[in-house]
């Protein structure tokens, strides 16, 4: 089993439409939570950290922790063709050296 | 916020010389460093993770001897691909994190484009 694994893509939303990325993990005693948006090229940016179970919302970014059920989730309202992208989410435990676990990445693409 | 630059962007070698990249945390102190390599359309790999003033660890199967990861000060670290070939041509991207406790997570650098001609 993989230690983080992402909804396969790949995802293409209307303009204004919600994008919705899911990802779970398989160690339970992770603690911090990333979503990281990449554009074909370059290289990652930090678009939501979480630690809590719960929402956290960040203008059109919604992250979600559930660690009962091992899952953080990211929403994208009014979707635009900026955001197309490809999503990378990031988990990491103090006891593995707090290393980053990346799932595959979810690419998505806002079509005009 | 946390800044983390990577020099060089691009860079195109001949097969057997050695590059060396290097990566500065600009505005705070990274205790900790990453190296990843990302091929096409794959997720990023972590090669190495480097602690200032100690030698850096390797993930299973990477290299130690190709790839020299230096970590001498708390704002710099370097990553020399030695003995350069064609299959080490790649995105290296270098992330650094502060010290726990502080608000600066995971930085990337911009990364490097490694080709071996």
């Known amino acids: 089993q993989k230690e983080v694994e992402q909804n396969s893509g790949p995802l293409s939303v209307p303009e204004g439409a919600i994008a919705s990325l899911n990802c779970t993990y398989s160690?339970?005693?992770?603690?911090?939570f990333f979503w990281y948006r990449q554009y074909s090229g370059k290289s990652p940016e930090l678009i939501m950290s979480?630690?809590?179970?719960g929402d956290k919302e960040d203008g059109r970014f919604t992250a979600q922790l559930n660690k009962a059920s091992q899952y953080v989730s990211l929403l994208i309202r009014d979707s635009q063709p900026s955001d197309s992208a490809t999503y990378l989410c990031?988990?990491?435990?103090?006891?593995?050296?707090?290393?980053?676990?990346f799932g595959a990445g979810t690419t998505v693409t806002v079509r005009a | 916020g946390a800044v983390v630059s990577q020099h060089p962007s691009r860079v195109i070698c001949k097969s057997g010389t050695s590059v060396k990249i290097e990566c500065r945390s600009l505005?705070?102190?990274?205790?900790?460093m990453f190296w990843y390599r990302q091929f096409p359309k794959q997720s990023l790999m972590l090669m190495a993770t480097?602690?200032?003033?100690?030698?850096?660890?390797?993930e299973q199967g990477v290299e130690k001897d190709k790839f020299l990861i230096n970590h001498a000060s708390l704002t710099l670290s370097t990553l020399t691909v030695t003995s350069a070939h064609p299959e080490d041509s790649s995105f290296y991207i270098c992330?650094?994190?502060?010290?726990?406790?502080?608000?600066?997570?995971?930085?990337f650098g911009s990364g490097t484009r490694l080709t071996v001609v």
């Open positions: 992330s650094a994190r502060g010290s726990p406790g502080t608000n600066y997570g995971y930085t």
């Open positions: 160690d339970r005693v992770s603690q911090s």
């Open positions: 979480i630690y809590s179970n």
């Open positions: 990031a988990v990491n435990t103090r006891s593995n050296d707090y290393k980053l676990s």
């Open positions: 505005d705070f102190q990274a205790t900790t």
């Open positions: 480097s602690n200032e003033g100690s030698k850096a660890t390797y």
